[in-house]
Nanobody
Framework: QVQLVESGGGLVQAGGSLRLSCTAS????????MAWYRQAPGNQRELVAF???????NYPDSVKGRFTISRDNAKNTVYLQMNSLKPEDTAVYYCTANVNDRDYWGQGTQVTVSS
C-alpha cells in the first residue's frame, strides 16, 4: 500500500505565503506525475499544479506566477510554494501522485487566507 501525507496548511493573511509538502510512503517502485488540487466549499475539485517525473510543470491561469510546484524524487516528496495568496485561494488542498501506475490521494490540508 501507498500513503500520501500532506502538511503545511494553515491560516495566512492576504499577500502572505505558505509552503505545502506531500510525502509518499509504502511500497513505492516509481512515482510518475504528482499534482496538487484544491476544493473550496460548494465548488468542484480543481487542478492547481502538476509536475512530471522529469519536472515539467503546468498551472492554471488562476495561480500562474504565484504558485510553484517542485519535487524531490529522492524523498518521494512534492511541494507547493504559494505566494501572494488571495482570499479566493482558501480551500482544502489535496496531493495526488501516480505511484506504480496507480493514482493515490492524500487526506487534504486546509488553507485559509484572510482578507
Amino acid at each position: 500500500q501507498v500513503q500520501l501525507v500532506e502538511s503545511g496548511g494553515g491560516l495566512v493573511q492576504a499577500g502572505g505565503s505558505l509552503r505545502l509538502s506531500c510525502t509518499a510512503s509504502g511500497s513505492i517502485f516509481r512515482i510518475n506525475t504528482m499534482a496538487w488540487y484544491r476544493q473550496a466549499p460548494g465548488n468542484q475539485r480543481e487542478l492547481v499544479a502538476f509536475i512530471t517525473r522529469g519536472s515539467l510543470t503546468n498551472y492554471p491561469d488562476s495561480v500562474k506566477g504565484r504558485f510553484t510546484i517542485s519535487r524531490d524524487n529522492a524523498k518521494n516528496t512534492v511541494y507547493l510554494q504559494m505566494n501572494s495568496l488571495k482570499p479566493e485561494d482558501t480551500a482544502v488542498y489535496y496531493c495526488t501522485a501516480n505511484v506504480n501506475d496507480r493514482d493515490y490521494w492524500g487526506q487534504g490540508t486546509q488553507v485559509t487566507v484572510s482578507s
